[in-house]
């Protein structure tokens, strides 16, 4: 005796492969990944984001306003980020594992406004950290997300060193999991939101050298979907602020190299929870360096 | 400001931001009475069949609590949890640990097996026979009689294409035998892909519904599930579907699907009645359990969960034609499709 499996093309559903959206290269790509099929290596995939930045720098270039003035910031990141996961429609257990993220952002750093568009994507494995006689279990963990955010400046602080924006964040985020059971058993879950943010940026000059910021999102709505009692179909509804917890952090340590070359740190933080009845936790923290290219 | 001073207000502000454990709640601690509770209430929660099984749930969780301390061994909690889950007679229901596996097996073990297959290679097929994907065995009776044997919905899908090859092979058949006796069970996408060949027309084949609350009634809606003619190959002609108590779960959902077929005739014993889609889920010590999370309804909206799905000719195999070499089910099909 073995488990069903349903297809059923009139419904909207995603994470099984039988009833995989190929059209959706995103969705199709992470489910190859998470599965362990895809083809192409993490290096191969560095690249190719090399590439596509190495693509997008010219155009962006001639799109400055003040191309002199070198307000157009593309980076490049990668990693340590460690990440935790309760989905308690698979488990009661709290699922850990680090990893190394790929993040590439680009910015537009003008005196009373900034618009920020980022792309993050990580994969790793996530084991419950806890021994069982019977053998290990582990979860394969991939997330993208995508943001684009618009900061306008509010007040000057720090004696003019720093300034204070306020802002709104689109941020779209997909979280799949296939949950690996000893003997070979597996559950797939997943989840997506889509939320509009209120966000808070502050920046300052340290020295002549350094700029250090923060940057606090908070979501106001969100599209939530996640994987259904089924495994099969999408539940989505969408929440106000108060229904839905999440919160996004991260400073920033920018170290000026030349006028084309900064160095940057940065920590990110996220967390947020799914309401009842299925409900899933899930934060993580990434440490990154990455090369900031002035145009 | 010196370089020092940065890296140290960096490092603070990195750990100051490290919050990870403080907002994710903390696993369940490994103790028996910690993976008593987690096993009951995930049934509680996800279990789709309470109240067709009339089991009272609550009443379980007063009769085996209290056996269950901080001093029970792990050889007594899996004793108990077996216990406590054979009250469900469910063949999809499961413990796996490392002390072993309970299942139940009622399903099948009470009732005759009616199938032989060395009797079908040796005695029909003649030895005359070949296998595809792993899991056909085909062949053919008779000079208008053909013979498909389907061991398992459970294999790669790219296995079941092989049926469109075996199709063009028996083109010409009369009538076919489409053997599923023994067939626990796998994919419906699987199953699906071999009937969807014997469809004369889109049809209605099962109604499901998911257990989608606390309460132990709360359901989705029923959702209706179609098979419609698809592949390169068809077949339309006169079947004879056999089946037995080993056909069972997805196994099943094929025969509910070929059934409707205004030309397929279903002949042999009752099937194993295991229709509830299962998912697993883990205790805190690692042991995987699994349960039932929906409900499966004939077109004419009956439930079959440890019933089984009657056949159109109830017959089992006696004893003198098993002695005799023969296949009693086998032999009415034939003669069914000869007519």
Redesign the interface.
Known sequence: ????????PSRATWISP?WLDKKNPIIYTLERSIRGRSEIKFGTKALWVLALTAFLAKPLYTLAPDSKSRKNRISLHTGLF?T?I?DEL?????YKGSGIPLYLSYRFAGSRNRHTAALLYSRNQLT?N?Y????S?NMQHSRFSFSYGYHHFLMPVFKNRGKVFLGVIWDTHISLRELG???N???SFGDRISSLDASFFLETR??RN?R?S?QLDFPLLAVMGRT????RDVETEVVTFNRFLR?K?S?S?ERILSPRFNVR?E?R?Y?YRYPE?FPV?S???H?LVGLTIKL | ?KSRD?II??LV??TA?????F??????D?TPGNNFE?LWLGFDK?YSFFTHKNIDWDQIYRQYRPRVTDQTS?EELFAIFSSMLSIFKD??VTL???LGTYSYDGWWKNYPLNFDRDIILTCYLKGLYQNAGGVFTYGRLTGEIGYIHIS???SR?RCYLEIDRILEELQTMKGLVVDVRGN??????NS?RIASRFADQKRLYQY?R?????GHDDFTEM?E?YIEPEGQQRFTRPVALLTNRGV???AE?FVLAMRVFPRVTVIGDYT?G?SG????????????Y?LS??QSFTPSREIYEEIGLRPDIRLDISGEDQAAGRDTILDRAIAILEE
């Open positions: 005796m073995a488990s069903q499996v349903r297809s059923h039988q460690s935790s309760r698979g488990s009661p257990l709290t419950p806890r069982f006689s019977v053998g279990h059971y000893i003997w058993f597996s559950n340290l020295g350094y250090l923060f259904s009692y089924n495994q919160l952090n400073f340590l740190f920590y933080f967390y009845p936790y934060a993580g923290d440490y | 400001m940065l207000l960096f502000l990195m931001g490290s919050c990870t454990d907002f994710m709640p903390s696993s369940p490994d987690t996800y792990d063949g999809h796996h640990s490392s398992s919905f459970a899908e626990g069970g796998g994919s419906t996408v699906d499901i998911w257990r989608n609350g606390p959702e599930v069972f779960s997805t959902a194993g295991g889609n299962p998912i697993y889920r883990e205790l805190p010590n690692g042991w995987v699994r999370r929906w």
